[in-house]
């Protein structure tokens, strides 16, 4: 069974640059695994930031951004915000199904 | 505006079924793949099933397969979810979510498997 990795939690002060990512427990993320990422906050539906390993979904800043780094998708928020603070999600497309990682909580102090 | 709402959720007791609707609007719905994906209270999102535009292919996650069914109604822009076997482990918020990979989401309709 494919496991989709993310860090459990990460910290970033506001203003600073944070990158989260998205991996296998076997393999590399490639583009061929359209990677994309969701944002969450609590008792709210997912927002998606990213899709497609780089596009950025209507409406989301130039803040944050969407690559492959080494052997795994990353996402970049440049400037830091209070209300960045959120759950995200990555998800990676395995031919038939998709697979989401377990979520990364991040705090902004 | 592209606006999906999710009815059907509610309590059911181990081993009972439950069917789960998303009316669809804003789009032109026969075009989009669908999926639904839950997310267990305190847990983080899980996909559980993909159906095609035409409604002709569909796939679903193993913890669900041979007991959950996605269909959908492209004269009524509805999808819809037929859930059986229910087991406390499905317990979530089921949400509909537009397009492969996911653009749009529902808010969401909360499923709870207990006797």
């Known amino acids: 069974q494919t496991v989709v990795t993310q860090e459990p939690s990460f910290s970033v002060s506001p203003g600073g640059t944070v990158t989260l990512t998205c991996g296998l427990s076997?393999?590399?993320?490639?583009?061929?695994?359209?990677p994309t990422w969701y944002r969450q906050t609590p008792g709210r539906a997912p927002r998606t930031l990213i899709y497609?390993?780089?596009s950025r979904s209507s409406g989301v800043p130039d803040r944050f951004s969407g690559s492959i780094l080494g052997n795994k998708a990353a996402l970049t928020i440049t400037g830091a915000q209070t209300d960045d603070e959120s759950d995200y999600y990555c998800?990676?497309?395995?031919?038939?199904?998709?697979?989401f990682g377990g979520g990364t909580k991040l705090t902004v102090l | 505006e592209v606006q999906l709402l999710e009815s059907g959720g509610g309590l059911v007791q181990p081993g009972g079924s439950l069917r789960l609707s998303c009316a669809a609007a804003?789009?032109?719905?026969?075009?989009?793949?669908m999926n639904w994906v839950r997310q267990a209270p305190g847990k983080g999102l899980e996909w559980v099933s993909l159906?095609?535009?035409?409604?002709?292919?569909?796939y679903y996650a193993d913890s669900v397969k041979g007991r959950f069914t996605i269909s959908r109604d492209n004269s009524k822009n509805t999808l819809y979810l037929q859930m059986n076997s229910l087991r406390a482990e499905d317990t979530a918020i089921y949400y509909c979510?537009?397009?492969?990979?996911?653009?749009?989401w529902g808010q969401g309709t909360l499923v709870t498997v207990s006797s």
């Open positions: 979510a537009k397009g492969s990979p996911f653009g749009y």
């Open positions: 076997s393999g590399s993320v490639s583009t061929n695994y359209y």
């Open positions: 159906i095609s535009g035409s409604g002709d292919d569909t």
């Open positions: 998800v990676l497309y395995m031919g038939s199904y998709w697979v």
């Open positions: 497609s390993t780089t």
């Open positions: 804003g789009f032109i719905f026969n075009t989009d793949a």
